[in-house]
């Protein structure tokens, strides 16, 4: 049987806690005892806390990157807007607290509108980006700045998400997809040609 290293295990443990109970548990304590070790032990692999929760991070945002990017993206623009709307929305959904994380705390060295993302530092706007600019140069959108909007539909989602997550939408996360669609498509729409 292969052993698996500390690290990873220490960062799975972390992760089992963000998902189940939130931010707040993930203490390097907590995350010791899930893993069997002493909380010193946790130092050797990550220097603080805030180290531990930017490996969750990055862990996560390599997760949606690779989901991006590796997706079958067919049909129209609409289509293949849509299918990393759902790519997105899919990632969210089944790690709330991680998505949280990701994109409401600050952190060092996170990518940062306008010029990181304009520099194509961000994997996730990336894809965005390049499929609206697709649709500009085809004339389904107007031309314009692709990175602003592929920044305001992030932000849309996004605003979307945590109204959600925080009680603040009160419907099931089938008719909340459906929701996130028709802005989306709204939005979409208000930018074509």
Not at 53 to 81: C, H, Q, Y
Not at 143 to 153: G, R
């Amino acid at each position: 049987m292969v052993a698996i290293p500390t690290a990873r295990r220490i960062a799975a443990a972390a992760k089992r806690l963000l998902d189940q109970e939130g931010i707040e548990a993930v203490t390097m304590r907590r995350v010791a005892h899930s893993v069997g070790i002493t909380p010193m032990a946790v130092y050797r692999h990550f220097p603080d806390r805030a180290g531990l929760l930017n490996a969750l991070v990055d862990a996560g945002f390599e997760d949606l990157s690779l989901r991006l990017t590796t997706a079958r993206l067919s049909g129209d623009i609409e289509k293949r807007l849509n299918k990393v709307l759902d790519i997105c929305l899919d990632h969210a959904l089944q790690h709330p607290k991680l998505f949280e994380l990701m994109f409401l705390g600050q952190r060092q060295g996170a990518p940062c509108f306008p010029n990181d993302l304009k520099a194509g530092q961000s994997p996730t706007a990336n894809v965005m980006a390049h499929l609206i600019q697709e649709g500009m140069e085809t004339g389904v959108f107007r031309e314009d700045d692709a990175w602003e909007i592929a920044f305001e539909m992030g932000a849309l989602l996004q605003g979307l998400l945590m109204l959600y997550f925080g009680g603040g939408m009160d419907m099931p996360v089938s008719r909340f997809r459906t929701f996130c669609r028709r802005a989306f498509s709204r939005y979409m729409h208000g930018i074509c040609n």
